[in-house]
């Protein structure tokens, strides 16, 4: 195994990064390559703990899929407001709290512009998809210049 160290990016699992990471690996070298399909032939197949990230009941797995399908469907809506001359995400999901706790919902673009604490949460998630790439492109030596310009822009969003 690699001296590698893994870590979680915006999600997290029931499994330790580290753990995954080494699994995977374990996929590449046993498969060629990691595609879905192999990690679930792996699982389905071996004592591993990715068995714990996979949803195996047929039911539920269905359910779990129907709702990502809708997810999709419903960010792929874009929609062309009078005050800008291109479309946008039509619905976009924020975070609504009420006496039962947090729930996150998708709410018309239009809607959520008038209403901060839900543009407030939009533009904190743009922050961070920011930040990410900019993580992402920090292996590239010729992005490296583009720093400034991230920290630049992600400052005029929280500022606006």
């Known amino acids: ?52 990230v996979i949803t ?5 797995a269905a359910g779990k899929w129907r709702l990502h399908e809708c997810r999709n469907f419903i960010n792929s809506i874009n929609v062309r407001l009078e005050s800008l001359d291109t479309f946008t995400q039509a619905f976009v999901s924020v975070v609504v709290t009420s006496d039962e706790g947090n729930d996150r919902q998708y709410k018309a673009i ?5 209403v901060k604490s839900e543009m407030d949460f939009v533009i904190n998630d743009c ?13 590239y030596k010729k992005f490296e210049t ?14 606006a």
């Open 1 to 52: 195994m690699s001296n590698k160290v893994y870590s979680y990016g915006s999600r997290t699992y029931s499994i330790l990064a580290q753990e995954a990471g080494q699994e995977l690996e374990k996929v590449a070298d046993l498969y060629g390559s990691i595609t879905p399909y192999n990690v679930i032939d792996y699982a389905r197949n071996n004592i591993t703990p990715l068995k714990e």
């Open 127 to 139: 922050v961070s998809r920011l930040s990410h790439i900019q993580e992402k492109l920090k292996i």
């Open 110 to 114: 239009d809607r959520v512009i008038n």
């Open 56 to 60: 195996w009941d047929d039911q539920e």
């Open 146 to 159: 583009l720093t400034p310009e991230f920290e630049s822009l992600k400052s005029k969003l929280v500022e």
